[in-house]
């Protein structure tokens, strides 16, 4: 990796904290360039010298359309046409701002494989609550380890951070709404573009970053952050299966309560493998548990190091590709997702690298993480085996709610490149798109309700 790229590179040094070490917050002073010269959540406000990344010129929720039944969408730029394409013949021109697997996909699949770049908008921002917590989470949120934080209310924890993990989990309590639903579309793509669909719709309820609670909840060990209901809708061999999560700060056991309810079993039981490197259900091995929403899940078996940020070639603002024009036939070609439908555009993003702990296991040794400088969005991340090679390349592209002032990627692809398949998730473009009006009862996400509601 070309080191002249990244700014802020007194970043570089000293930024793995010794385990057990609790880290303050940040000075008065460096907390004090939140919205200024920093926007409220860490961001720079600036754009870049020469103009290709423009200043953050948040855009106003739109208080007047509905918050359930809207597709991410933006009249002002969605009729952007490419400032130009980057392919196999040309990247050397551009690869000190592409990702590793981007690299390796242009190399693999040069005939078909491309990234049409677009002018480059900085729209997004989050409800004024969440701003102002995270202004005063600068100075008095703490993270013990790497899977311990404390102190942080509604916002962001760590808008100024001085270490690999704080980013990860800006991204993990970022905020998405109180209650929400959503369908969780996925397929795995075959090499000849064949491919077969599952449908899932999930139930959330978020504690932390949840600006109607009051008072709001601590983000601490121990206390669920946020629960979680999945119910697969098809195919028929997997239908009625449900994954109920109580998703916590901490670590081991601690950071993650899990059940699942087989139909074959009919009955709902303790799911401790709902972790790290273990597949995800119904994918077919084709996604980890800690792959979900791009990263989620305990940070204990990698030491974090925060490199610095970057300006890269992004998937953005993609509202075409998460729109309910596109089907998921027009997204399935071969190899690789249909490059003529995502919409990449260049941003700062701050770069996490995860090395994995030689006494602790996974399937990965190492992973790269790219993640926006102004939603905290992990927006891609390079992984790579025991042996040191890629092996798989996660590409999430990202789309901003302005009804919820909500921001998410959608879709996310992993590509396999030891097998050549892709996997798509998060996909809603045949069925419905977020919906924030959802409420559920106090007891909607217990274990022997998800008992009784799969069994009638």
């Known amino acids: 990796m070309d080191k002249t790229t990244f700014t802020r590179t007194a970043l570089t040094l000293a930024l793995v904290m010794a385990p057990g070490l609790a880290a303050a917050g940040v000075s008065a002073e460096e907390a ?28 106003a929720q739109r208080t007047g359309e509905a918050r359930k039944g809207v597709f991410p969408n933006n009249p002002a730029i ?70 311990n934080p404390s102190g942080a209310y509604v916002g962001f924890p760590f808008p100024i951070p001085k270490s690999g993990a704080e980013p990860i989990w800006n991204h993990r309590v970022k905020f998405r709404g109180s209650d929400v639903r959503r369908f969780n579309n996925q397929m795995i793509v075959q090499q000849d573009g064949k491919f077969s669909v599952t449908r899932i719709v999930e139930d959330v309820t978020f504690n932390y970053a949840n600006i109607e609670k009051n008072p709001p909840d601590e983000l601490k060990p121990g206390t669920d952050f946020l629960r979680y209901l999945s119910e697969t809708l098809s195919p028929p061999r997997i239908a009625g299966t449900y994954i109920l999560v109580h998703e916590k700060a901490g670590f081991g056991t601690e950071g993650r309560s899990a059940w699942l309810y087989a139909p074959a079993l009919k009955r709902i039981r303790r799911a401790p493998a709902v972790c790290c490197d273990n597949p995800y259900e119904g994918t077919d091995g084709h996604q980890f548990y800690d792959q979900v929403d791009m990263y989620n899940g305990v940070l204990e078996r990698f030491s974090w190091k925060l490199v610095g940020k970057r300006e890269m070639y992004v998937p953005y603002n993609a509202n075409k590709l998460a729109g309910p024009a596109v089907k998921y036939a027009d997204m399935a070609q071969p190899n690789h997702l249909n490059a003529d439908l995502p919409r990449y555009e260049l941003h700062r993003v701050w770069v996490v690298e995860a090395e994995n702990k030689p006494d602790m296991r996974h399937t990965f040794k190492s992973r790269r993480f790219y993640i926006d400088e102004d939603t905290w969005t992990v927006v891609a991340i390079d992984n790579y085996d025991q042996q040191g090679q890629l092996m798989q390349f996660q590409e999430g592209h990202l789309v901003s709610y302005y009804n919820l002032l909500v921001h998410t990627t959608q879709p996310e692809v992993i590509y396999h490149f030891n097998s050549g398949r892709y996997f798509v998730t998060a996909m809603n473009n045949e069925d419905q798109p977020y919906d924030g009006t959802a409420t559920y009862p106090a007891n909607y996400f217990e274990a022997n309700t998800v008992q009784n509601r799969a069994s009638k």
């Open 32 to 59: 004090a360039r939140l919205g200024k010269d920093l926007t409220p959540v860490g961001a720079e406000r600036a754009g870049n010298a020469d103009g290709t990344i423009p200043e953050w010129k948040p855009a």
């Open 78 to 147: 969605d009729g952007d046409k490419p400032l130009f394409t980057i392919n196999a013949q040309n990247m050397a021109q551009y690869e000190s701002k592409l990702t590793e697997g981007h690299k390796e996909l242009l190399r693999r699949y040069p005939q078909t494989y491309k990234l049409n770049v677009y002018p480059s908008h900085r729209l997004a921002t989050y409800p004024q609550k969440v701003l102002d917590e995270t202004v005063k989470n600068a100075t008095r949120a703490k993270l013990e380890g790497v899977d």
